[in-house]
């Protein structure tokens, strides 16, 4: 059932996504709020999902990397309706529509666990993998307000007759606007993903004795954490934003999601589709 309800709200998120597209490119009126109520119909779909998983294996569902796109695909969603409704991107919904539905369907074709292997019973899990998606789901909207930014900069330089601020491609947010919208979004997810890379190190000792291990997802990971945290002290330091800041935000965002949607389907390292190892 709960197989079954996620690929509900994938196809939910798949005409949301659509939608999304299309009134990206033929902005209408009425389009931004069709657009948010859908993305969040999807949501209230998938979060049944959830709890249908939960039910199944008895706890709340964090084993494997079936859990994992799900859950982060969930908390994109869930950021991308707040930036939208709350901070004046409309563009971020749409965008994120299409990176979710990428995420819940790849869920989808992974195999789920059935049980929590007794080796991996630890309260650190569930608290790495929940802090650690939360803080890239963070990160994947900064990236894409960091492309609008770009694209809007890029328009903006070509003398490239703009509208008024509101809905679609042809009338895009203010550059100070994209800008804040994403440095908030990675002041806020960076210290959640800290959090979530000390509680894999803890859970890591727990089951294998040692508290870090040189995996090739390990280390984009360790490598994505340390180019954002050179992004906030340059930012908070010198004053660093702009194009150089959103170009770094969306290097960051790729090499999480290859990292993660990439290698995790490969199979490659303990993230992989057997779960943690």
Not at 140 to 146: L, P, Q, S
Not at 241 to 258: D, E, N, S, Y
Not at 259 to 266: F, K, M
């Amino acid at each position: 059932m709960a197989l079954l309800l996620l690929k509900v709200s994938a196809v939910f998120y798949a005409l949301v996504a659509v939608f999304g597209l299309v009134q990206l490119k033929w902005p209408r009126e009425f389009g931004d709020r069709v657009v948010l109520v859908g993305l969040s119909l999807a949501v209230v779909a998938h979060a049944l999902a959830l709890g249908g998983r939960t039910v199944e294996v008895g706890t709340f569902p964090l084993l494997d990397l079936h859990d994992g796109l799900s859950l982060f695909g969930f908390l994109t969603a869930v950021i991308a309706i707040g930036i939208a409704w709350r901070s004046g991107v409309p563009q971020a919904a749409p965008l994120a529509s299409v990176l979710v539905t990428v995420l819940v369907v790849a869920a989808a074709m992974v195999d789920a666990s059935g049980s929590v292997p007794e080796r991996l019973r630890s309260p650190w899990l569930p608290v790495h993998i929940a802090t650690a998606f939360l803080g890239e789901a963070a990160f994947a909207i900064a990236g894409i307000v960091a492309s609008i930014y770009l694209l809007q900069e890029r328009r903006l330089k070509s003398k490239h007759k703009i509208g008024k601020m509101g809905t679609g491609l042809h009338r895009l947010p203010a550059l100070e606007i994209l800008d804040n919208v994403s440095a908030r979004l990675i002041q806020i997810g960076f210290p959640v993903m800290t959090i979530g890379l000390f509680a894999g190190a803890i859970f890591s000792n727990e089951v294998t004795g040692h508290y870090f291990t040189w995996g090739l997802l390990n280390t984009v990971s360790v490598l994505v954490w340390a180019l954002y945290a050179l992004m906030l002290h340059f930012r908070l330091t010198i004053g660093w934003r702009g194009k150089k800041a959103a170009v770094l935000t969306l290097i960051g965002v790729i090499c999480t999601l290859v990292a993660l949607v990439g290698l995790g389907l490969a199979g490659v390292g303990a993230h992989g589709t057997g779960g943690v190892s």
